[in-house]
């Protein structure tokens, strides 16, 4: 989604307080405007001041984003007179209209569009081939939700004209009642009833208004040269001579003529359309969100008449790549990554920026990742991304910006000019900082996460749409363009200088020359290397300009450890700080691929000077002679002698021969050292701190084993004004996402939001207070398996006395399903092909199932759900429609270029998962012994652990006529459970284990189905032949084989049926085959002629009430049966079944009598109504006929009928209700598509 709401180390660029004269302003017009759009902060505007031709001009920036506006302010042209928006391009898919159907033209200029209405194309288009595509599309479908909203407030027409005809229908009664008072005669009855039903209908249709947006229907063809296409908006218009499809002036991709259209003048709504697949697919590009226009605008935004409202390279040209797909709300996802990466590589840019991002289990790996790799080390494209938003606690950098080496993460800073400015703030702050929410280093891995920072706030320009030229928006969103911008700058003056432009060199200088914001550790993990500075990174490049481009790849493993490598040494828990550690250390360096073996890579040596920033803890080599092939090294941490918190250093290498490069690679060392919890109960407190705007107080704490949860109490005081607090908890578990990790380091991070409390000069005191809890148990993840066996659960308090008082719930349904088809096919070239040449292919698979009125369900894949950068495979896209009422087919879309890795996904196992609803919800039970479930005995409610003492307790298998219906075998039913409530939980605390602090996840594998108990077992069996037992086993076989039949479709319904005859022949009056029977005629469903299958419903339940002796039954419930004899106990058992068996077959039979009786009356009013329908319509009284239609059309569990609602439309035509009939054809197109949406 996107990312919006240091010791200074050696080096000749590395230090200076350039950044001094950012406190010392005075808020005037000029001084305001500029901070509206941050520039002075990294030195842009002392730079473009020196070097004006210099401003971005020569670069191509590509934004990966929400879409970029070409409407919006200051995004028409360069500074120096070019096109701005070079191309926009929707790489999500979301506007794409299929318009594989070709219609001609007839004699009059008409044709068929997709939507069914009659176009006329313009005579002055050229078209050779005579042959026009077209499509259609929902405009809804391609806006915002706040445009969407937005425009059904002010789209009001189809209700306006509902009013205006109420009115008449309204009116044209009272004339009626007028004229006649009290009719007698039996028309004029019918004619007043007529003009009620007119009113009646058109109050319904009032009431049940559902906008679901105008129909756009787009035309395609080919002029001879390009492909172009034109859009019929009549329906967005109030005007119908507007928005006619021959009067829309025609529009080829984007990038030929660089053209773009508004839908309407109610929306405001700019679009690009780009042809794609030989005229087969349209896509109507529009943005997401304001996000990445505001973004694009920081970068690049130029205003002629303003120049301190311009971005940072306000010479630079663009191209949108447009990433947040609409179907999502604006949600990336590995489509539109991936073939925005294409479109950067095709267009030749020089930088993407990307303020998108995603938390990630893997830092630096991924499908994506792998990508940009290709494209930063063979394309030499400079990527740029925030860092992300998550702090202000550490490791919190977000994937792809904060985590992955080939691109430079940036933070959020704010300057005092900022937030006097751009926030309006009461009083800014006296420095400048990193904003509060701005994500943090290092990673899980090591690595420093933020590489530089930049201002992470502007009033930049915004969507035509959004009414407003620009708004002020912040995050490290923010940030990633301001600094992507002042490399633009760089960029500009290295081509215009004959620099050669590289990745490696370009980001050593921003790093080399940025000013430190603070000198604490933490500092350095939040800001990176510090504020970027153009005009500083200028020099070091042209000084630089003759040093080759390199960057040096750090791999870090711990020696004398089989440990993942890492790109960097963080010590985080107390095992790792209890004694020194040896690492070792590989320096590869990189060269851009295509270098030469023998001019550039043979001669590539370094003598390089290490460098310790604190000697006593980190020791290393002094000396290094680097090659092309690299070189390793040992370097020693001690953290033994430190004091508790946090600690952060540095190994780095400089250039023995060029030691005003400063740091040409880095290895950062973070350690943070955790406080033990010693006492008892485990309390830890932390009193009197006190808090400034923006300032944070971090603290580490081991956590105890057998710590569960804590509990936490904050006070503050000390203040006048209100005051926002930031409070936030992270422990770290590589691969893992527990839910409690005992003996992990925790950090607390406690901060005063950045502008809270600005200007009242009171400093605020809190205290805070930490209780750890703990009821430590011998299954984090309980697995019924389906028997009836309880699960053993110990459990014990390690810290302090605890109470145990479990709950445990089954609250959700997750059902199996495998593919009915998989489809392979190959994507166009134009959008889905590599860079490296590799052709993108896609894998389709269909899955079927059947889903009760009203259920919400969540379709899981567990291989691919929940990542999107830190996976191997492309991309995952599932659309789901509906066949038949309750029938469904989900469509899951699959991406990569290597078949062998689809093909592998052919049989994949989806899951369709529902919540239960609270009366399906299953409590489960608690038993003190193992037998407990089954004696009925031992039921378990609670009790106090003991330090020292385990408790054993059972959980019991949920009862089986209490799982849901619809739980197939081979499903599962999932749940929580959890064993303690907060100390401040009321009486109601505690039921749910959903709400209790710690919950495990639960999961019940549902069994077979129970099978019919052997009714001819008896102690009498022994006495039976083997010719007997043989045939009954077969009889029983053939009940088997008859209760697993489907009976889905006519043939299968029609073929049960003659074995069911077959088997009622060969065992007559078997009252077991005659209730399976029963059972089978209950199960059927769809069928369409319903009287006749109640009629065959008592048939069958006739036939089990005449198997049966009903006296006998009477009299052998009437005596009493010895338990103790077994025979006596069968027989009981048997006769059980059988009057169970009995009873059903009455209770069905009656329930069949009452369907037919409401279904002959249904019948009788069916039969009547199209009379009644015809005989309306044919004297004149449509609100009767209507009224009648809609009775016939009520829905009673079939599909809807199309030819109904093509009726509807008819009457609706003739009564002249237009605004209605244009609401009715916009839902015929919902309910009836001609075809499923592209993916």
């Not at 933490?522 to 200028?538: E, F, I, N, P, Y």
Request: charged share 25%; with cysteine.
């Amino acid at each position: 989604m996107p990312s919006d709401s240091i010791a200074k180390t050696s080096g000749g660029y590395g230090g200076g307080d350039e950044n001094g004269s950012l406190r010392n302003f005075k808020l005037n017009e000029s001084t305001f405007l500029a901070s509206l759009m941050p520039k002075k902060e990294i030195g842009a505007d002392r730079f473009i001041e020196a070097h004006p031709q210099y401003d971005g001009r020569g670069t191509i920036i590509a934004i990966f984003d929400s879409g970029v506006d070409p409407a919006a302010s200051g995004l028409q042209v360069t500074s120096d007179g070019k096109p701005k928006v070079l191309d926009v391009i929707d790489c999500t898919g979301s506007g794409d209209i299929d318009t594989s159907k070709v219609v001609k033209a007839d004699a009059n200029g008409f044709i068929q569009g997709a939507s069914g209405v009659s176009l006329v194309v313009n005579s002055s288009w050229k078209n050779p081939s005579g042959e026009w595509h077209v499509g259609y599309k929902f405009l809804y479908e391609l806006l915002t939700g706040t445009l969407i909203s937005r425009l059904k407030r002010e789209r009001r027409s189809g209700m306006r004209r509902n009013q205006e005809e109420i009115a008449k229908a309204v009116k044209h009664l009272d004339e009626f009642s007028q004229k006649h008072s009290n009719p007698e005669d039996a028309d004029l009855k019918r004619v007043r009833e007529d003009l009620q039903n007119r009113i009646d209908l058109l109050r319904k249709q009032a009431d049940s208004y559902d906008d679901k947006g105008p129909i756009i229907d787009a035309v395609v063809w080919h002029d001879g040269e390009f492909w172009r296409a034109a859009l019929d908006t009549q329906s967005l218009e109030d005007d119908s001579d507007c928005g006619k499809l021959a009067n829309f002036v025609p529009l080829t991709n984007y990038r030929i003529e660089r053209k773009y259209g508004v839908f309407s003048k109610l929306d405001a709504c700019s679009f690009v359309l780009n042809v794609y697949s030989d005229g087969n697919i349209l896509s109507i590009v529009t943005d997401s969100s304001p996000h990445g226009t505001h973004v694009a605008g920081i970068a690049t935004a130029f205003h002629p008449k303003e120049s301190l409202l311009n971005g940072v390279a306000p010479g630079a040209q663009l191209i949108s790549c447009k990433i947040g797909d609409t179907r999502l709300g604006s949600m990336e996802t590995g489509t539109g990554l991936t073939r925005a990466l294409i479109a950067a590589v095709e267009h030749k840019c020089d930088l993407i920026n990307m303020s998108y991002g995603e938390p990630t289990l893997l830092p630096d790996y991924g499908r994506f990742i792998d990508l940009v790799n290709e494209v930063v080390n063979k394309h030499r494209l400079i990527f740029v991304s925030s860092a992300g938003n998550s702090g202000p606690a550490l490791s919190t950098v977000g994937a792809p910006g904060g985590t992955s080496s080939s691109i430079i993460g940036v933070g959020a800073y704010v300057s005092p000019a900022m937030a006097a400015g751009a926030h309006c703030v009461v009083e800014p702050p006296a420095e400048g900082l990193e904003y509060t929410w701005s994500s943090r280093g290092p990673t899980s891995d090591g690595d420093l996460g933020v590489s530089i920072s930049a201002p992470g706030g502007a009033v930049a320009p915004v969507p035509t749409w959004t009414l407003q030229k620009r708004m002020l928006m912040n995050g490290t969103s923010m940030a990633s363009p301001s600094a992507c911008g002042g490399i633009a700058l760089l960029i500009s003056a290295m081509k215009a200088e004959g620099i050669p432009v590289s990745p490696y060199s370009v980001r050593k200088a921003l790093e080399n020359t940025s000013v430190p914001v603070g000198d604490s550790p933490a500092d350095k993990l939040s800001t990176g290397q510090g504020l970027m500075q153009v005009d500083r990174a200028h020099e070091y490049i042209k000084q630089s300009r003759n040093i080759p481009c390199v960057c040096y790849e750090i791999k870090v493993n711990q020696s004398g450890k089989a440990t993942p490598t890492s790109r960097g040494i963080y010590l985080r828990d107390a095992s790792a700080c209890k004694q020194p550690t040896e690492w070792t250390v590989q320096v590869q360096p990189k060269f851009h691929e295509g270098a030469s073996k023998l001019e550039e890579l043979v001669p590539f040596e370094e003598c390089i000077e290490l460098h310790s920033t604190e000697k006593t803890v980190v020791r290393a080599p002094e000396y290094l002679l680097l090659t092309n092939n690299g070189r390793s090294f040992n370097i020693v941490v001690d953290p033994t002698k430190l004091s508790d918190g946090l600690h952060y250093y540095e190994v780095y290498g400089v250039d023995c021969r060029a030691p005003w490069r400063g740091p040409i690679f880095r290895i950062p060392v973070t350690i943070t050292k955790p406080m033990t919890v010693k006492n008892q109960p485990p309390v830890v407190s932390f009193s009197r701190m006190s808090f400034l705007p923006g300032h944070i107080e971090r603290r580490y704490i081991e956590v105890p084993l057998g710590a569960t949860w804590v509990e936490a109490t904050m006070q503050t005081s000390g203040f006048d004004t209100t005051r926002r607090f930031f409070v936030d908890t992270v422990q770290i578990c590589p691969l893992q996402r527990p839910l409690k990790w005992e003996s992990v380091t925790m950090e607390l991070a406690v901060a005063q939001f950045w502008s809270s409390g600005i200007g009242s000069h009171e400093t605020t005191i809190v205290d805070f207070e930490i209780v750890f809890h703990g009821i430590s148990i011998n299954k984090e993840e309980i697995i019924l398996d389906g028997s009836e066996a309880p699960v053993r659960i110990d459990a014990e308090a390690l810290l302090s006395s605890e109470k145990l008082a479990p709950a445990a719930n089954l609250n959700k349904i997750r059902v199996p399903y495998r593919p009915i088809d998989a489809k392979l096919s190959t994507l166009t070239e134009s959008r889905d092909k590599l860079p490296s040449g590799r052709q993108t292919l896609a894998l389709t698979l269909t899955y079927k199932f059947k889903l009760e009125d009203g259920a919400e369900v969540k379709p899981q894949v567990p291989l691919l759900n929940n990542r999107i950068y830190d996976t191997k495979f492309e991309s995952q896209f599932y659309m789901i429609s509906d066949t038949n009422k309750g029938e469904y087919n989900l469509q899951l879309y699959l991406r990569h270029d290597n078949v062998q890795y689809l093909e592998k996904m052919k049989q994949l196992v989806l899951f369709i998962e529902r919540n239960l609803d609270d009366k399906e919800i299953i409590r489960l039970n608690f038993f003190s012994e193992p037998d407990g479930p089954v004696m009925g005995n031992g039921a378990f409610k609670s009790s106090v652990l003991v330090p020292g003492k385990k408790e054993a307790i059972y959980l019991g298998p949920p009862v089986k006529d209490k799982l849901p219906k619809n739980a197939p075998q081979g499903s599962m039913l999932l749940g929580a459970i959890s064993y303690g409530k907060l100390s401040f939980a009321g009486q109601e605390g505690g039921k749910s284990p959903q709400k209790n602090p710690v919950s495990y996840q639960i999961t019940y594998v549902v069994p077979p189905n129970k099978v019919d108990e052997d009714k001819g077992k008896s102690s009498s069996t022994s006495s039976k032949t083997v010719s007997e037992r043989l045939e009954e086993e077969v009889r029983d076989a053939k009940m088997r084989v008859i209760s697993s039949l489907k009976q889905d479709t006519d043939e299968e319904r029609s073929e049960w049926k003659k074995l069911s005859a077959s088997l009622k022949s060969e065992y007559p009056n078997y009252t077991p085959l005659l209730a399976k029977i029963l059972e089978g005629l209950l199960s059927q469903s769809n069928v369409e002629d319903k009287i006749r299958h109640h009629e065959e419903v008592i048939d069958g339940a006739n036939e089990v009430i005449d198997s049966i002796d009903k006296d006998e039954v009477a009299k052998f419930f009437s005596l009493k049966s010895d338990p103790e004899d077994e025979e006596a106990e069968n027989m009981k058992k048997k006769m059980a079944t059988t009057r169970d068996q009995l009873a059903e077959a009455l209770y069905q039979k009656g329930l069949a009598l009452m369907e037919i009786e409401s279904l002959k009356g249904e019948k009788e009013l069916k039969r009547k109504r199209p009379k009644i329908l015809v005989r309306e319509r044919r004297r004149g009284r449509l609100g009767a006929a209507l009224k009648a239609l809609n009775e016939m059309m009520q829905d009673n569990g079939d599909p809807p009928k199309k030819k109904l609602y093509e009726l509807k439309l008819s009457l609706l035509d003739e009564i002249g209700w237009d605004h209605f009939t244009t609401y009715e054809k916009q839902w015929m197109l919902l309910r009836f598509p001609p075809s499923l949406p592209l993916f």
